[in-house]
């Protein structure tokens, strides 16, 4: 089984939509997490560190569910500019150790 | 505030050829890991480098090596060059071990 799995997409969604991804870990005892959008080809930039408790930046917000190892990425109000692959990525039972997930891609069209 | 530099950009090797990548991090870190990322792919874990010494190691044969030096920039080598190492390969730094990483453009690996 792998560490990080995530639906490959593509999710097509219109400009101004609400879309969500969910990547689960296999580690229960992953302790951090993260997304990242990756342009084509260009490296992968840092979205936003997930929380337990859940967190919000601008039109994206973070989840993160332990119970049943998944964490979530929600965009509203869909933007042009959010096309892109997301990549979650957990960290293994050492903290030195990260996995990342294969991505989701997501097209937004006008 | 210059971010993570990696060079060469592009590198075209043979078969059996050796290859050396160079990465200096972000200034502030300290800690560099480095990933393969083959196409349509996510980047897959090579090492990370801390204090000069790698803490860990993916999955990945021992024709991956590297190197970190005191200034924190690092190499990574790759011996034997097979056709299936065609990669980008991707150089992260960070503030501390567990911290988000920030990436490199890459240097986009083939092999012929």
């Known amino acids: 089984r792998k560490e990080v799995e995530q639906d490959p997409g593509p999710f097509n969604v219109p400009e101004g939509a609400t879309v969500a991804f969910n990547c689960t870990y296999s580690n229960s005892a992953s302790q951090s997490f993260f997304w990242y959008r990756q342009d084509c080809r260009k490296e992968p930039k840092l979205l936003m560190s997930v929380y337990s408790s859940g967190n919000e930046d601008g039109r994206f917000t973070a989840q993160l569910n332990r119970a049943s190892q998944y964490i979530s990425l929600l965009i509203r109000d869909s933007k042009l500019s959010d096309s892109a692959t997301y990549l979650c990525v957990v960290n293994g039972d050492n903290f030195n150790k990260f996995y990342f997930g294969s991505g989701t891609k997501l097209n937004v069209k006008p | 505030d210059a971010g993570v530099t990696q060079s060469p950009t592009h590198l075209i090797k043979t078969r059996g050829q050796q290859v050396t990548l160079r990465c200096s991090p972000k200034?502030?870190?300290?800690?560099v890991s480095w990933y393969q990322q083959a196409l349509g792919q996510g980047p897959q874990f090579i090492f990370q480098?801390?204090?000069?010494?790698?803490?860990q190691r993916g999955n990945f044969p021992d024709r991956f090596s590297g190197h970190q030096f005191p200034n924190y920039s690092s190499e990574l080598n790759v011996n034997a060059l097979l056709l299936g190492d065609s990669a980008l390969y991707l150089c992260?730094?960070?503030?501390?071990?567990?911290?988000?990483?920030?990436f490199g453009s890459g240097t986009r690996l083939t092999v012929v």
């Open positions: 200034s502030g870190h300290d800690t």
């Open positions: 480098y801390y204090e000069e010494e790698e803490r």
């Open positions: 992260a730094s960070s503030r501390t071990p567990n911290y988000g990483y920030t």
